[in-house]
T-cell receptor, first 110, second 119 residues
Framework: QKEVEQNSGPLSVPEGAIASLNCTYS??????FFWYRQYSGKSPELIMS????GDKEDGRFTAQLNKASQYVSLLIRDSQPSDSATYLC??????????FGRGTQLTVWP | GAVVSQHPSRVICKSGTSVKIECRSL??????MFWYRQFPKQSLMLMAT?????????EQGVEKDKFLINHASLTLSTLTVTSAHPEDSSFYIC???????????????FGSGTQLSVL
């Protein structure tokens, strides 16, 4: 299994704040990176995908990738209580395989 | 969007019995499907890659004789947990790869998961 590490959390932020989630990976040859949101007992839901160095924005979400540092992050702006969930970082491998980090539990309090 | 159906959603069985979990792609053909296992508050761990018409590819440390995978058609993969024991209790999730048409990108879709409890 390829190693994917996430900051341990849990992370707690007030409503309206920016939540910052971080992830590092071990395989320098990795080319595809994903952030998933998962609620307890449910399957993961894709939030963002990123393939190139730099930032990618989608609404309140911004993914950042730095391949030289083997680092991926997810920023959630204007956090809402409905954003409370576990966020999984995943690194893609050949043939569609994904390797996931342990996840960071985010709580947004009103 | 594409849907992956996983069944059953929850199963309770006695130790020593075998349990079969089905994963179906409902509106696309999936030559490749994936099986993951997730223990409470742990990450999804890739167990194996299921290949239509050929043997599954197992990740290191996963017992192929214990977790039997069959991918007999382009829309169905099954995972059988043989001689289940309490330590096999976990959340099992499948995903299927939709290679898409000429104008769409490859996408990965997850089933809803199966919670297995072995008594």
């Amino acid at each position: 299994q390829k190693e994917v590490e996430q900051n341990s959390g849990p992370l707690s932020v007030p409503e309206g704040a920016i939540a910052s989630l971080n992830c590092t990976y071990s395989d320098r040859g990795s080319q595809s990176f994903f952030w998933y949101r998962q609620y307890s007992g449910k399957s993961p839901e894709l939030i963002m995908s990123i393939y190139s160095n730099g930032d990618k924005e989608d609404g309140r979400f911004t993914a950042q990738l730095n391949k030289a540092s083997q680092y991926v992050s997810l920023l959630i702006r204007d956090s809402q209580p409905s954003d409370s969930a576990t966020y999984l970082c995943a690194v893609g491998s050949t043939l569609g395989r994904l390797y996931f980090g342990r996840g960071t539990q985010l709580t947004v309090w009103p | 969007g594409a849907v992956v159906s996983q069944h059953p959603s929850r199963v309770i069985c006695k130790s020593g019995t075998s349990v079969k979990i089905e994963c179906r792609s409902l509106d696309f053909q999936a030559t490749t499907m994936f099986w993951y296992r997730q223990f409470p508050k742990q990450s999804l761990m890739l167990m194996a890659t299921s290949n239509e018409g050929s043997k599954a590819t197992y990740e290191q440390g996963v017992e192929k004789d214990k977790f039997l995978i069959n991918h007999a058609s382009l829309t169905l993969s099954t995972l059988t947990v043989t001689s289940a024991h309490p330590e096999d209790s976990s959340f099992y999730i499948c995903s299927a790869r939709d290679l898409g048409g000429k104008t769409s990108n490859e996408k990965l879709f997850f089933g809803s998961g199966t919670q297995l409890s072995v008594l």
